[in-house]
């Protein structure tokens, strides 16, 4: 069965400091991986996704996140936090050709501080 | 225009009672799910539903059921409502076919049960 693991349940940053949030994962295959962002009040929202090829990817409001298959990891990074990305964040784990059914790790909250 | 909207957004409601909340999505995707995000904000996958088939967590009390009258709408019908089934709940729905299938979520309903 699929497991993701978030270590860090909660990180605090200095607004315009680098951010990185780990992520590692269990499954035999190659995996679906993902990142959501969860506002306060608000639904989860897609950062980015990795299905195949390049093992860095690129997402959303400047985010991005490197699939290291010999660590079973696929960590969220970027460069400057702005205070409006305090949020949660979860990665989650697809299988097969539902990706849908995806597993969700417990989350990370990330507070900004000023 | 809202790709997954659910209603209501928030339901407060007593022990015992039988509620539904609605969900639509007009994204033209064959797959529905419903996740329960709990006080402690873990998001668990409680169904996943396409024309073809309902997958059912093994966890989930019978007394939840989905009901989908078309491919658009998967609701979510509680029967004998507990203090315990109080939680955010999220629709999402994904393209399952084609094996590309990130999840796209609604805002979520709010259940509280007194």
């Known amino acids: ?114 | 225009d809202t790709a997954v909207s659910q209603t209501p957004k928030y339901l407060v409601t007593q022990m015992g009672n039988d509620k539904s909340i609605k969900c639509e999505q007009n994204l033209g995707h064959d797959t529905m799910y419903w996740y329960k995000q709990d006080s402690k904000k873990f998001l668990k996958i409680m169904f996943s539903y396409n024309n073809k088939e309902l997958i059912i967590n093994e966890t989930v009390p019978n007394r939840f059921s989905p009901k989908s009258p078309d491919k658009a709408h998967l609701n979510l019908h509680i029967n004998s409502l507990e203090l315990g089934d109080s939680a955010v709940y999220f629709c999402a729905s994904s393209q399952v076919s084609g094996g590309r299938a990130e999840a796209f979520f609604g805002q979520g309903t709010r259940l509280t049960v007194v």
């Open chain 1, 1 to 114: 069965a699929q497991s993701v693991t978030q270590p860090d349940i909660h990180i605090t940053v200095s607004e315009g400091a680098s951010l990185e949030l780990r992520c590692n994962y269990s499954y035999g295959a190659t995996p679906y991986l993902f990142w959501y962002v969860q506002s306060p009040g608000q639904g989860l929202q897609l950062l980015l996704k990795y299905f195949s090829g390049d093992t860095l990817v690129q997402g959303i409001k400047g985010f991005e996140a490197e699939f290291k298959r010999s660590q079973s990891s696929f960590n969220l990074r970027k460069p400057s936090v702005h205070w409006s990305d305090a949020a949660e964040y979860f990665c989650a784990v697809g299988a097969g050709t539902n990706a849908g059914k995806s597993t969700f790790g417990d989350g990370t909250t990330l507070t900004v501080k000023p």
